[in-house]
């Protein structure tokens, strides 16, 4: 089916759900290290096809260069020999995890002599539908696998030559442990209608990850007819307290900042206590690193790089080397800027003042809440959670980095010797 083929997107998506169900049946039941043996066979296949994955998001990248893809955009798109090995070694890392499926989260025995257990299922069928970046094929398919879960990948048009390539390599790893194949499956066509034909599989499809922009994030919400397990934006925010390391909190800016600015866990803006004596520093090592800081009066008389910031600044995920800088009252008026202007994604505090810390922590109502560190730790790797599928943001279900067990549920089991309710 090419990309100019009239498509029937209820029938398509009908029948790959059709065939993940079957296949999701499979995964169920299937042993640990099966499913492992998957994705070191995909792993494996990743290395030996890294050359045709390389070529084929060549292909991606110039044409979204002439489509006019941001810088961020393009980073995000963009593969080398490193983020190819990074995809494998992420599959190894994943098969090598406890498997969830059918672990007891508690036991419980009732006056009456009934056994009671809760353990870990999977949750059957998940569709992820994801912008940008191919390296999610991977780990959105092989986490969704090894949990259990048969997946149907949407990914953004923008990658689909390199999405195809790496799909390709899970489903060699899939054949080669004797695990079906649909078990992970990618719409074969960018037509939008497919994600609408997604988000109304009730039935077929058991939970919907959106990962993408705003803009993809609230189509999911408003038009799914499947719970969505929602992914939204990362306004990021990292505090400099009044008790920060100077040097630390210089360091830990400038990473969160700079290091990577197009993913999810990029600090977007910076909070400086008034009362913090060094912030010049700290202003001064992210212009001359190319940052783009859009700040306040008071950070412009500081640091006259910077440009006024707008109102809708502080509203804004930049995913580029662009910051919006401002001072604050204290920890408190750190917190009461992040409950205003936040996403509840991640946020962090430096400071050696413990008491602040633990106030911060405990008072920030974000997925991820960072003390002394940077905030581009948001991440399922750096969890040891092998990869993941996204920062939930939300409150149900799962929240912060979804991986594993994320993408599990809990059924009850009733052990008894005949009892009768009276």
């Known amino acids: 089916m090419t990309e100019q083929t009239p498509i029937d997107a209820q029938a ?5 759900g059709r065939r993940a169900r079957a296949a999701s049946a499979v995964l169920a039941l299937a042993p640990t290290a099966t499913k492992a043996a998957a994705l070191t066979a995909a792993a494996k296949a990743l290395r030996a096809s890294e050359a045709a994955i390389l070529a084929a998001n060549g292909e991606d990248v110039a044409r979204g260069e002439a489509n006019g893809l941001t810088g961020a955009m393009l980073d995000r798109l963009k593969l080398n020999p490193q983020r190819v090995e990074g995809i494998a070694a992420g599959l190894e890392a ?6 969830p499926v059918g672990q007891e989260i508690d036991r419980t025995t009732r006056p009456n002599g009934l056994i009671l257990t809760r353990v870990r299922v999977p949750l059957g069928v998940v569709g992820i539908i994801y912008e940008s970046r191919p390296n999610v094929t991977a780990d959105a398919g092989g986490l969704a696998m090894m949990a259990g879960n048969a997946a149907i990948l949407r990914g953004g048009s923008e990658a689909r030559a390199s999405n195809h390539a790496i799909h390709a390599c899970l489903q060699q790893g899939l054949a080669e442990a004797g ?3 649909d078990a ?3 719409v074969p066509v960018s037509d939008r209608a497919a994600v609408g034909a997604m988000l109304t599989a009730a039935g077929l499809i058991d939970i919907i990850i959106p990962r993408g922009g705003k803009s993809l994030v609230a189509r999911v919400q408003a038009e799914a007819k499947v719970p969505v397990l929602a992914h939204l934006d990362g306004i990021v925010h990292l505090y400099v307290d009044r008790a920060a390391d100077p040097a630390m909190a210089r360091d830990v800016a400038l990473n969160a900042k700079m290091r990577r600015t197009g993913i999810c866990g990029a600090m977007e803006t910076l909070l400086i206590d008034r009362a913090f004596a060094d912030s010049k520093p700290i202003l001064a090592a992210l212009a001359d690193a190319g940052c ?5 009066d008071e950070v412009r008389a500081i ?3 910077a440009v006024a910031a707008t109102a809708e ?3 804004t995920e930049y995913l580029d080397a662009i910051l919006s800088v ?3 009252d204290g920890v408190d008026g750190a917190m009461a800027h992040i409950a205003a202007h936040g996403s509840h994604h991640t946020d962090g505090i430096v400071t050696e003042d413990q008491f602040t810390a633990e106030h911060f922590l405990n008072g920030v109502d974000s997925a991820i809440v960072a003390w002394n560190a940077s905030t581009q730790f948001a991440d399922g790797g750096e969890f040891g959670l092998g990869a993941e599928i996204g920062i939930a943001t939300g409150r149900l279900h799962a929240r912060g980095p979804v991986a594993l067990e994320g993408l599990t549920t809990y059924k009850w089991l009733v052990r008894g010797t005949g009892q009768t309710r009276p």
């Open 313 to 315: 600044d502080w509203d």
């Open 94 to 99: 994943v098969a090598a995890l406890p498997d």
């Open 303 to 305: 640091e006259p790089r």
């Open 184 to 186: 992970i499956q990618l």
């Open 292 to 296: 783009e800081l859009r700040g306040t």
């Open 326 to 328: 401002a001072f604050v």
């Open 12 to 16: 398509l998506i009908h029948e790959m």
């Open 179 to 181: 695990l079906p194949e």
